[in-house]
């Protein structure tokens, strides 16, 4: 289970993505087998009248367009192309994915692909871990006939998600949550991210909490008030055991709560407070 502050989320699993609008650089050249890849979505065979799934020597991933999931998963689809971001929109739940880059927002949560968003052939491609991260699909591959299938999740493993009212984004606090997240990364067995600049009137609770035994953790192992050890700009660094536990970053203007952000360690996906999407 993933912990988000104090509440409970589970991450989830999902798919991919292809789409090109206005204002996209030139699509970039990609090293890819000519081997045509199958996928079998609920045991129709799906059809790729145009760009079609490839798999990326470079990175060992299969790759598959935006249409595949609009078409075949029922998403709904949108292109701004002033931001080069894909929204999608399925059964209530809103995915923003932003060309070029390996992560994906998922309502509050942001996760972290195992390869990034490309443009091919004219359309935005993601990795197929982006099916089973996104839409409570189960996603096999069968190397040997390369051949994808995805069926949904059963109803007893799709992870609970508790429903957070989210908070609306101070813009003096949201710097300092973004910064802690986009430079979160793991070396070995340290979690490292930046210590941000904290604005004028305001200030941070910024903590780590282990879970090394995958359930209460270890307290000997737990990290308070990081942000006392930690000038803005320098590098932090949080060493953790067996199966990590969670960084959360909480900002306040004088007693009042404004955000918060919390980072898994070590898979680094990461859980908002904050509406950062409208």
């Known amino acids: 289970m993933k912990r988000f502050l104090n509440l409970l989320v589970v991450s989830s699993l999902v798919a991919g993505l292809g789409f090109f609008g206005h204002g996209v650089k030139a699509a970039e050249t990609v090293s890819s087998s000519t081997d045509e890849i199958k996928v079998v979505v609920e045991g129709k065979e799906v059809e790729f009248p ?10 060992g991933r299969t790759m598959v367009p935006v249409r595949f999931v609009s078409e075949a998963l029922q998403a709904n ?21 932003v060309v070029g880059e390996n992560t994906v927002d998922i309502d509050d949560r942001t996760v ?25 699909q189960k996603v096999d591959w069968d190397a040997d006939n390369k051949i994808v299938t995805i069926t949904p999740l059963p109803d007893e493993d799709i992870p609970f998600r ?19 997240a986009k430079k979160a990364r793991i070396e070995g067995n340290v979690f490292i991210t930046e210590m941000p600049k904290i604005p004028d009137g305001y200030s941070v609770n910024f903590n ?8 209460y953790g ?35 203007k004088g007693v009042q709560g404004v955000g918060g952000v919390s980072i898994d360690v070590p898979s680094l996906d990461t859980y908002w407070l904050n509406e950062r999407h409208k």
């Open 218 to 252: 270890v307290r000997e192992y737990d990290i308070k008030q990081i942000e006392k050890k930690y000038k803005a700009g320098e590098t932090v660094r949080i060493p953790f055991y067996g199966k990590g536990g969670y960084v959360s970053f909480s900002m306040f």
């Open 112 to 136: 972290r692909l195992d390869a990034p968003s490309v443009l091919k052939d004219w359309r935005t491609f993601v990795p197929l871990r982006f099916v089973s991260e996104t839409f409570d």
């Open 208 to 215: 780590y909490k282990d879970q090394s035994d995958g359930v």
């Open 77 to 97: 689809v949108k292109w701004d192309g002033t931001k080069n971001m894909v929204t999608m929109e399925r059964q209530g739940t809103k995915i923003y994915l």
């Open 162 to 180: 508790p429903t957070i009212k989210l908070m609306p984004v101070d813009p003096l606090a949201q710097p300092a949550m973004e910064l802690v």
């Open 50 to 59: 145009d760009a079609k799934p490839y798999l990326d020597l470079k990175t």
